[in-house]
C-alpha cells in the first residue's frame, strides 16, 4: 500500500521559509519521480517542482529561484526548501510520486502553508 506522508508544513510571514518533507512507503523508490504540487482556495492544483531518481528537476516559473526540490533515494523522502515566501503561495501542498513506467499517480494527505503579508 502506497502511503506519503508529508510534514512541515504551517504559518509564516511573507519573506520567512518553511521546509516541507514526504515521507514514502510501499514503493519502489527510485522508480518514481516525486513532486510538489498546490492547490489555493479556488483554483486548481498546480505543479510546484518534480524531481526525478537521477535528480533532474522542474521549476514552476512562479517558484524558480526561491524554492529547492531535494530526494534521498535510501531514506525514500522528498523535500521542499521555500524560501522568500510570498502571500500567493498560500495552499495546501501535496506530495506526489509519480511510478516511470505507468505514469500512476500516488499522492499525500497535503499539508498547509499560509504566508502571512
Known amino acids: 500500500q502506497v502511503q506519503l506522508v508529508e510534514s512541515g508544513g504551517g504559518l509564516v510571514q511573507a519573506g520567512g521559509s518553511l521546509r516541507l518533507s514526504c515521507a514514502a512507503s510501499g514503493i519502489i523508490f527510485s522508480l518514481h519521480t516525486m513532486g510538489w504540487y498546490r492547490q489555493a482556495p479556488g483554483k486548481q492544483r498546480e505543479l510546484v517542482a518534480t524531481?526525478?531518481?537521477?535528480?533532474?528537476?522542474n521549476y514552476a516559473d512562479s517558484v524558480k529561484g526561491r524554492f529547492t526540490i531535494s530526494r534521498d533515494n535510501a531514506k525514500k523522502t522528498v523535500s521542499l526548501q521555500m524560501n522568500s515566501l510570498k502571500p500567493e503561495d498560500t495552499a495546501v501542498y501535496y506530495c506526489n510520486a509519480e511510478l516511470l513506467t505507468t505514469r500512476l499517480d500516488s499522492w499525500g494527505q497535503g499539508t498547509q502553508v499560509t504566508v502571512s503579508s
Open positions: 524531481i526525478t531518481s537521477r535528480g533532474t528537476t
